[in-house]
Structure formats: structure tokens, C-alpha cells
Nanobody, 123 residues
Framework: VQLQASGGGLVQPGDSRTLSCLIS???????IAWFRQAPGKDREFVAA???????YYADSVKDRFTFSRDNAKNIVNLQMNSLQTEDSAVYYC???????????????????WGQGTEVTVSS
């Protein structure tokens, strides 16, 4: 399985942006997640789909970000609304075929990562 993230760029506070992660290989049973890493900070969980079922979000993005998954096209999207400067980071998609629900937010539980796409929120 390979992941390719795209869609990053420079946006203004309050803007929206959609990130995409193209998945080569794998099946809908795989869990897919988005993480992000801001300069000088640890990588943190953003959102994830557990085996194409329920979606989970970090509290910091809940109600602003929407995770969607199109298994027919092998792509997941992260729709980001009301972007804030604190959302500036490199965003990574990650995948796992074996992750359990309790580890969904743990980056160490994912073995496959995309290359990252940078989002900068600045006026």
C-alpha cells in the first residue's frame, strides 16, 4: 500500500481547504488517518476512519474538519473549514490493516505513511 497526500498550500484564517490522500492498494478494511505536525511540535492525531466505519476526530478540529472516504476511488479527503493559524502544519495520511480501535489516535500504530502536504494559515 502506498499513500500520496496532496492539497496543501497557503490560506488565510477562516478559509477552507481540502486535503486528499490517494491510496494505492489496500482494501476498505484498512483504517486511514490524518496526522499533522507543526514546526517544533510533536505529530498529533487529526482524524481517522476505523475500517471504513465510524470516523473519529481530535477535539481541536471537531466541528471544523470533515473526513470522507471514497473506497471506489481509493481516496480519502479531509475537508478543513474555518482554518486557524494553529492549524498550520504538515499533514500526513497514514494507514493500517491491523490497528485496533484503542490505538487509532496513536501514530506509532501506523506502519504506512504518505509524504505529507503542508498547510500554512496566515494573513
Amino acid at each position: 500500500v502506498q499513500l500520496q497526500a496532496s492539497g496543501g498550500g497557503l490560506v488565510q484564517p477562516g478559509d477552507s481547504r481540502t486535503l486528499s490522500c490517494l491510496i494505492s492498494g489496500g482494501t476498505r478494511s484498512w483504517s486511514i488517518a490524518w496526522f499533522r505536525q507543526a514546526p517544533g511540535k510533536d505529530r498529533e492525531f487529526v482524524a481517522a476512519s476505523f475500517r471504513s466505519s465510524r470516523t473519529y476526530y481530535a477535539d481541536s478540529v471537531k466541528d471544523r474538519f470533515t473526513f470522507s472516504r471514497d473506497n471506489a476511488k481509493n481516496i480519502v479527503n479531509l475537508q478543513m473549514n474555518s482554518l486557524q493559524t494553529e492549524d498550520s502544519a504538515v499533514y500526513y495520511c497514514a494507514a493500517s490493516s491491523t490497528i485496533i480501535l484503542s490505538s487509532l489516535r496513536n501514530q506509532d500504530a501506523y506502519r504506512i505513511w504518505g509524504q505529507g502536504t503542508e498547510v500554512t494559515v496566515s494573513s
